[in-house]
């Protein structure tokens, strides 16, 4: 069965430093990979996605994410956070035939100031 | 305007009770779907619907049961209430089923079983 590790419950950061969040995945091919945010009392919003191309995707508010098929990978980015990043991040994963997100347990950001 | 409605925001329940956690999306989406975040347990897909028809359900109790009156409802039953029913429950929805398609979530509905 595939699944999402997020190994880092919380980070903190302070702001302006760069960001580093993990995600590792488990499925045999190469799954569709998301990354969420939440911010408190609300609903998930999508940063970004990736399923083929250049590994290093875009996505909103300057979070990239880079794609590494060869370490199982799917790093979230960002060169200078804000303290408004603050925030819960959750990767997710689908796979082909099936039309759910499978979910790390998330990462809790504080950007510091 | 919100585009996901979710309703109520919060709700409180006793042991052994029924509740209904309503959803609405105004995107135009064909698919809807339930997930689950609890304090023990992460994000956890729950239900899919399509078309108004379930797809698929991750769900081993059938205390749990979608209801969709409507192609923009997915409502979710719940009856006979335990204290580990307590969790926030997201609706979401998508313009398809298919696994790549993006899906967008609503605020969410966090329920306290006493």
């Known amino acids: 069965a595939q699944s999402v590790t997020q190994p880092d419950a919380r980070v903190t950061v302070s702001e302006g430093a760069s960001l580093q969040l993990r995600c590792k995945y488990s499925?045999?091919?190469?799954?569709?990979l998301f990354w969420y945010v939440q911010y408190p009392r609300q609903g998930l919003q999508l940063l970004l996605k990736?399923?083929?191309?250049?590994?290093v995707v875009q996505g909103v508010n300057s979070f990239e994410a880079e794609f590494s098929k060869s370490n199982s990978s799917f790093h979230l980015q960002k060169a200078s956070v804000h303290w408004s990043d603050s925030a819960v991040y959750f990767c997710a994963l689908s796979i082909p035939g099936y039309n759910k997100l499978t979910f790390g347990k998330g990462t809790v950001l504080l950007v510091s100031p | 305007d919100p585009k996901i409605i979710q309703k109520p925001k919060y709700l409180v329940a006793v042991t052994g009770s029924e509740k209904i956690l309503i959803c609405e999306q105004y995107l135009g989406h064909n698919a809807m779907y339930w997930y689950r975040q609890s304090a023990k347990k992460p994000l956890e897909f729950m239900f899919s619907?399509?078309?108004?028809?379930?797809?698929d359900n991750q769900t081993a109790s059938s205390r749990f049961q979608p209801q969709s009156s409507k192609k923009n409802h997915l409502d979710l039953q719940i009856t006979a209430l335990k204290p580990d029913d307590s969790a926030t429950y997201f609706c979401a929805s998508s313009q398809d089923p298919s696994y790549y398609a993006e899906q967008f979530f609503g605020p969410g509905t966090r329920l306290t079983v006493l």
């Open positions: 990736y399923y083929s191309g250049d590994p």
């Open positions: 619907y399509s078309y108004q028809k379930l797809m």
């Open positions: 499925y045999s091919a190469t799954p569709y």
